[in-house]
């Protein structure tokens, strides 16, 4: 994470710490990653940065904020992926959420990208670079239209940057140097890397493990003039933990192997 020169538009994702799901806050182990992340904050050069409203995200960003004298600007839309689906009125579709839990003799709704190996291996549509959207479960959810929504938002800011979308590159209508930097989660991390990529969102979901406070980095190139598209330098860097000797959060991973049965 040494300093950098200006030389792209560049844009970071940087997970929430250790996350307190119960009371949408950071465990003492996250609030340990935050504050080392916080330390290395200068050297990522954050620019202009954006935070999503929900607690854990809204925590993580504080440390770095307060550490460089910044203000991050909240967008609702950067809140974990929202879509959903409901096992109660999609009965067919339990065997892809083993693990939906039950209350009240019903099924609490799903986030719908939680699906299990054995589903989305023998549902080919799912990792389609287009299929997806046709797939069962995006059929029978708000998936596809959640992900236009989030990624819209997303360009219309990239826009006000200089770089409009142009089918599955970007049209540079003024070159910028900037950086922009985004507090956020997994799920919608993966959305947006499926976005810039051309990619299916599920192909993303489901290949990537980003550890709590892992930094991704994304750079334009632009080979072409006023032709740009983005390109991964860092996917999950976790270097400002391994610096601080703090173990690396298994939040969002589960069990290596089976007898693992704490991660199932």
Request: glycine residues 8%.
């Amino acid at each position: 994470m040494a300093g950098r020169g200006e030389e792209e538009m560049r844009l970071l994702f940087i997970r929430h710490g250790d996350p307190d799901y119960a009371n949408d806050t950071l465990t003492e182990k996250g609030r340990r990653e935050a504050a080392l992340l916080a330390e290395r904050a200068a050297d990522l050069g954050l620019g202009s940065c954006y935070v999503s409203p929900l607690g854990r995200a809204q925590d993580t960003a504080a440390y770095s904020m307060d550490k460089l004298g910044l203000t991050a600007r909240t967008l609702e839309w950067l809140k974990e992926f929202p879509a959903q689906i409901d096992l109660n009125e999609r009965p067919e579709f339990r065997r892809a959420y083993p693990n939906a839990r039950v209350e009240n003799g019903r099924y609490v709704p799903r986030i719908v990208w939680d699906v299990v190996p054995s589903y989305w291996s023998e549902h080919e549509k799912c990792m389609e670079a287009d299929g997806w959207r046709d797939c069962d479960i995006c059929r029978s959810s708000d998936t596809a239209a959640v992900y236009d929504h989030v990624t819209g938002e997303f360009d219309r800011l990239l826009a006000a940057h200089g770089y409009v979308r142009d089918g599955r590159c970007y049209r540079v209508e003024k070159e910028s140097k900037e950086t922009l930097t985004f507090f956020c989660h997994f799920g919608i991390t993966c959305v947006f890397l499926s976005h810039l990529w051309g990619l299916s969102p599920f192909l993303m979901w489901h290949s990537l493990a980003l550890a709590p406070t892992s930094v991704t980095e994304v750079v334009t190139e632009e080979r072409q003039q006023g032709i740009a598209c983005f390109r991964g330098l860092k996917i999950g860097d976790v270097s400002h933990l391994v610096l601080g000797r703090e173990a690396v959060s298994k939040a969002a991973r589960f069990c290596e192997v089976y007898s693992d049965e704490d991660r199932h």
